[in-house]
Protein backbone atom coordinates (compact mmCIF):
# COMPACT_ATOMS: atom_id res chain seq x y z
CA UNK A 1 0.00 0.00 0.00
CA UNK A 2 1.01 3.75 -1.06
CA UNK A 3 1.08 6.08 1.44
CA UNK A 4 -0.14 9.55 -0.02
CA UNK A 5 0.20 12.77 1.65
CA UNK A 6 -1.59 15.95 1.50
CA UNK A 7 0.31 19.02 2.88
CA UNK A 8 -1.22 22.72 2.78
CA UNK A 9 1.46 24.33 0.81
CA UNK A 10 5.31 24.58 0.92
CA UNK A 11 6.08 24.75 4.43
CA UNK A 12 4.38 21.93 4.97
CA UNK A 13 5.77 20.22 1.64
CA UNK A 14 9.09 20.34 3.13
CA UNK A 15 8.13 18.92 6.41
CA UNK A 16 6.94 15.85 3.92
CA UNK A 17 10.56 15.88 2.46
CA UNK A 18 11.98 15.12 5.83
CA UNK A 19 10.00 12.38 5.96
CA UNK A 20 10.64 11.21 2.34
CA UNK A 21 11.68 7.61 3.17
CA UNK A 22 8.39 7.18 5.02
CA UNK A 23 6.01 8.21 1.97
CA UNK A 24 5.37 7.58 -1.44
CA UNK A 25 3.18 10.46 -3.17
CA UNK A 26 3.22 13.93 -1.92
CA UNK A 27 -0.21 15.47 -2.94
CA UNK A 28 -0.75 19.39 -2.96
CA UNK A 29 -3.79 20.52 -1.96
CA UNK A 30 -5.55 23.59 -0.15
CA UNK A 31 -7.66 22.56 2.80
CA UNK A 32 -9.60 25.58 3.01
CA UNK A 33 -10.78 25.46 -0.54
CA UNK A 34 -12.44 21.96 0.16
CA UNK A 35 -11.83 18.37 0.97
CA UNK A 36 -10.10 18.22 -2.60
CA UNK A 37 -9.47 21.91 -2.74
CA UNK A 38 -7.12 23.27 -5.70
CA UNK A 39 -4.08 24.82 -4.53
CA UNK A 40 -2.34 27.41 -7.10
CA UNK A 41 -0.29 26.43 -10.26
CA UNK A 42 3.29 28.11 -8.77
CA UNK A 43 2.58 26.40 -5.42
CA UNK A 44 2.41 22.55 -7.51
CA UNK A 45 4.87 24.16 -9.15
CA UNK A 46 7.14 25.21 -6.44
CA UNK A 47 6.84 21.93 -4.19
CA UNK A 48 7.65 19.89 -7.74
CA UNK A 49 11.22 21.62 -7.12
CA UNK A 50 11.33 21.28 -3.36
CA UNK A 51 11.15 17.56 -2.49
CA UNK A 52 12.74 15.04 -3.76
CA UNK A 53 12.83 14.29 -7.23
CA UNK A 54 11.63 10.43 -7.26
CA UNK A 55 8.74 11.30 -4.89
CA UNK A 56 5.86 12.29 -7.27
CA UNK A 57 3.77 14.64 -6.86
CA UNK A 58 -0.03 14.87 -6.50
CA UNK A 59 -2.66 17.79 -7.21
CA UNK A 60 -5.69 18.07 -6.85
CA UNK A 61 -8.10 19.75 -9.10
CA UNK A 62 -10.81 20.93 -6.35
CA UNK A 63 -14.66 19.37 -5.87
CA UNK A 64 -15.24 19.89 -8.99
CA UNK A 65 -18.71 20.90 -10.51
CA UNK A 66 -20.40 19.05 -13.51
CA UNK A 67 -18.22 21.62 -16.04
CA UNK A 68 -16.28 19.09 -17.88
CA UNK A 69 -14.57 21.89 -19.50
CA UNK A 70 -13.56 24.11 -16.84
CA UNK A 71 -12.41 20.90 -15.14
CA UNK A 72 -10.25 19.54 -17.96
CA UNK A 73 -8.71 22.66 -18.42
CA UNK A 74 -8.02 23.07 -14.66
CA UNK A 75 -6.39 19.30 -15.10
CA UNK A 76 -3.83 20.20 -17.57
CA UNK A 77 -2.90 23.38 -15.85
CA UNK A 78 -2.20 20.86 -12.71
CA UNK A 79 -0.39 19.03 -14.81
CA UNK A 80 1.34 21.60 -16.87
CA UNK A 81 2.67 22.97 -12.98
CA UNK A 82 4.43 19.19 -12.48
CA UNK A 83 2.33 17.27 -10.96
CA UNK A 84 2.00 13.80 -12.48
CA UNK A 85 -1.05 12.25 -10.21
CA UNK A 86 -4.24 14.69 -11.00
CA UNK A 87 -7.07 13.74 -8.59
CA UNK A 88 -10.36 15.18 -9.46
CA UNK A 89 -13.41 15.34 -6.71
CA UNK A 90 -16.75 14.77 -8.56
CA UNK A 91 -18.48 16.72 -5.98
CA UNK A 92 -21.04 18.35 -9.17
CA UNK A 93 -22.01 15.05 -10.53
CA UNK A 94 -25.31 13.56 -9.46
CA UNK A 95 -25.29 10.45 -12.03
CA UNK A 96 -22.18 8.54 -13.18
CA UNK A 97 -22.80 9.45 -16.59
CA UNK A 98 -22.08 12.90 -15.55
CA UNK A 99 -19.23 11.52 -13.75
CA UNK A 100 -17.71 9.53 -16.83
CA UNK A 101 -18.16 13.00 -18.66
CA UNK A 102 -16.08 14.90 -16.64
CA UNK A 103 -13.50 12.71 -16.26
CA UNK A 104 -13.02 11.55 -19.72
CA UNK A 105 -12.51 15.35 -20.38
CA UNK A 106 -10.06 15.14 -17.58
CA UNK A 107 -8.26 12.10 -19.37
CA UNK A 108 -7.70 13.59 -22.38
CA UNK A 109 -6.25 16.89 -21.73
CA UNK A 110 -4.32 15.22 -18.73
CA UNK A 111 -2.80 12.40 -21.51
CA UNK A 112 -2.46 14.41 -24.54
CA UNK A 113 0.39 16.71 -22.04
CA UNK A 114 1.72 13.83 -20.00
CA UNK A 115 0.62 10.49 -20.85
CA UNK A 116 2.71 8.66 -18.50
CA UNK A 117 0.80 11.00 -15.58
CA UNK A 118 -2.20 8.93 -13.97
CA UNK A 119 -5.74 10.48 -13.63
CA UNK A 120 -7.43 9.52 -9.90
CA UNK A 121 -11.49 9.82 -10.46
CA UNK A 122 -12.31 10.83 -6.76
CA UNK A 123 -15.79 10.44 -5.30
CA UNK A 124 -17.03 10.95 -1.48
CA UNK A 125 -17.69 8.79 0.85
CA UNK A 126 -20.46 10.60 2.64
CA UNK A 127 -21.52 11.19 -1.00
CA UNK A 128 -25.53 11.16 0.65
CA UNK A 129 -24.50 14.11 2.75
CA UNK A 130 -24.00 15.75 -0.41
CA UNK A 131 -26.25 14.35 -3.33
CA UNK A 132 -23.27 13.45 -5.11
CA UNK A 133 -22.61 9.90 -7.22
CA UNK A 134 -22.45 7.21 -5.32
CA UNK A 135 -19.27 5.58 -3.59
CA UNK A 136 -19.55 2.35 -5.37
CA UNK A 137 -20.41 3.97 -9.00
CA UNK A 138 -16.23 5.06 -8.97
CA UNK A 139 -14.70 2.25 -9.93
CA UNK A 140 -16.69 1.61 -13.59
CA UNK A 141 -16.59 6.08 -13.60
CA UNK A 142 -13.00 5.32 -13.34
CA UNK A 143 -12.76 2.76 -15.94
CA UNK A 144 -15.22 3.81 -18.50
CA UNK A 145 -13.46 7.17 -18.58
CA UNK A 146 -9.96 5.86 -19.11
CA UNK A 147 -8.65 7.34 -15.62
CA UNK A 148 -6.39 5.12 -13.54
CA UNK A 149 -7.88 5.12 -10.48
CA UNK A 150 -10.52 5.08 -8.05
CA UNK A 151 -10.69 7.04 -5.23
CA UNK A 152 -13.02 8.00 -2.09
CA UNK A 153 -11.98 10.52 0.84
CA UNK A 154 -15.01 12.69 3.12
CA UNK A 155 -16.56 15.83 1.57
CA UNK A 156 -17.32 16.84 4.93
CA UNK A 157 -14.12 17.03 7.69
CA UNK A 158 -16.16 17.61 10.72
CA UNK A 159 -14.15 14.02 12.82
CA UNK A 160 -16.44 11.18 10.73
CA UNK A 161 -14.54 8.93 9.34
CA UNK A 162 -13.96 7.08 5.89
CA UNK A 163 -15.59 3.86 7.64
CA UNK A 164 -18.72 5.49 9.21
CA UNK A 165 -19.95 6.44 5.82
CA UNK A 166 -18.76 2.94 4.05
CA UNK A 167 -18.17 -0.23 6.50
CA UNK A 168 -14.76 -1.56 5.68
CA UNK A 169 -16.99 -4.84 3.44
CA UNK A 170 -18.06 -2.26 1.29
CA UNK A 171 -14.67 -0.51 0.86
CA UNK A 172 -13.61 -4.25 -0.22
CA UNK A 173 -16.08 -4.04 -2.70
CA UNK A 174 -14.75 -0.74 -3.98
CA UNK A 175 -11.23 -2.26 -4.31
CA UNK A 176 -12.85 -5.33 -5.92
CA UNK A 177 -14.76 -3.71 -8.79
CA UNK A 178 -11.44 -1.25 -9.09
CA UNK A 179 -9.17 -4.20 -9.41
CA UNK A 180 -11.43 -5.91 -11.58
CA UNK A 181 -11.42 -3.43 -14.26
CA UNK A 182 -7.76 -2.80 -13.96
CA UNK A 183 -7.98 0.41 -11.86
CA UNK A 184 -5.60 1.16 -8.57
CA UNK A 185 -8.22 1.88 -5.42
CA UNK A 186 -7.20 4.72 -3.31
CA UNK A 187 -9.10 5.45 -0.16
CA UNK A 188 -9.20 8.44 2.31
CA UNK A 189 -11.43 9.87 4.85
CA UNK A 190 -9.97 11.13 8.48
CA UNK A 191 -8.06 7.48 8.00
CA UNK A 192 -6.06 7.03 11.76
CA UNK A 193 -3.56 4.27 12.14
CA UNK A 194 -6.39 2.18 13.41
CA UNK A 195 -8.07 2.19 10.20
CA UNK A 196 -4.93 0.51 8.79
CA UNK A 197 -5.71 -3.45 9.25
CA UNK A 198 -8.44 -3.39 7.24
CA UNK A 199 -7.64 -1.27 4.98
CA UNK A 200 -4.28 -3.46 4.20
CA UNK A 201 -6.58 -6.59 4.59
CA UNK A 202 -8.60 -5.39 1.28
CA UNK A 203 -5.89 -4.58 -0.62
CA UNK A 204 -5.90 -0.50 -0.64
CA UNK A 205 -3.10 0.33 -3.35
CA UNK A 206 -3.22 4.25 -1.99
CA UNK A 207 -3.91 5.42 1.45
CA UNK A 208 -4.60 9.11 1.29
CA UNK A 209 -3.95 11.37 4.70
CA UNK A 210 -3.57 14.21 6.22
CA UNK A 211 -5.16 14.92 10.01
CA UNK A 212 -3.47 11.54 11.33
CA UNK A 213 0.13 13.06 10.60
CA UNK A 214 -0.86 16.61 11.87
CA UNK A 215 -0.01 17.82 15.42
CA UNK A 216 -3.22 16.86 17.83
CA UNK A 217 -4.88 15.12 14.63
CA UNK A 218 -5.82 18.50 13.59
CA UNK A 219 -6.15 19.11 9.50
CA UNK A 220 -7.22 22.73 9.82
CA UNK A 221 -4.83 23.85 12.98
CA UNK A 222 -2.30 21.14 13.20
CA UNK A 223 0.75 21.07 10.72
CA UNK A 224 1.99 18.12 9.17
CA UNK A 225 4.83 16.64 11.79
CA UNK A 226 7.41 14.44 9.58
CA UNK A 227 7.66 12.08 13.07
CA UNK A 228 3.53 11.52 12.73
CA UNK A 229 4.48 10.38 9.13
CA UNK A 230 7.18 7.94 10.36
CA UNK A 231 4.75 6.42 12.67
CA UNK A 232 2.05 6.37 10.41
CA UNK A 233 4.23 4.44 8.04
CA UNK A 234 5.44 1.62 11.08
CA UNK A 235 2.28 1.01 11.53
CA UNK A 236 1.27 0.51 7.19
CA UNK A 237 4.77 -1.48 7.81
CA UNK A 238 3.42 -3.68 10.73
CA UNK A 239 0.53 -4.32 9.35
CA UNK A 240 1.42 -5.30 6.02
CA UNK A 241 3.97 -7.87 7.56
CA UNK A 242 1.34 -9.65 9.70
CA UNK A 243 -1.42 -9.93 6.68
CA UNK A 244 1.53 -11.47 4.63
CA UNK A 245 2.63 -13.58 7.48
CA UNK A 246 -1.48 -14.66 7.60
CA UNK A 247 -1.53 -13.11 11.08
CA UNK A 248 -3.47 -9.73 11.39
CA UNK A 249 -1.60 -7.16 13.46
CA UNK A 250 -4.03 -6.38 16.80
CA UNK A 251 -4.05 -2.43 16.96
O1 LIG B 1 -6.19 12.74 0.15
C1 LIG B 1 -6.17 12.68 1.36
C2 LIG B 1 -6.82 13.68 2.24
O2 LIG B 1 -6.06 14.82 2.33
C3 LIG B 1 -7.20 13.13 3.54
O3 LIG B 1 -7.24 14.09 4.55
P1 LIG B 1 -7.72 13.66 5.99
O4 LIG B 1 -6.90 12.46 6.39
O5 LIG B 1 -7.45 14.82 6.88
O6 LIG B 1 -9.16 13.33 5.86
Redesign the pocket.
Known sequence: MLL?I?PDGVEEALDCAKAAEHLDII?V?K?DEG??GANFPWIIREIRDAVPADKPVSA?VGDVPYKPGTVAQAALGAVVSGATYI?VGLYGCTTPDQGIEVMRAVVRAVKDHCPEALVVASGYADAHRIGCVNPLALPDIAARSGADAA?L??AI?DGTRLFDHVPPDVCAEFVRLAHASGRLAAL????KQADLGPLTRIGTDIV?????V?EGGD?NAGRIQPHLVAAFRAEMDRQARGHAAGVPAVN
Do not use: E, F
Open positions: LSDKPSLTKMDTKAGSVGVRGACR
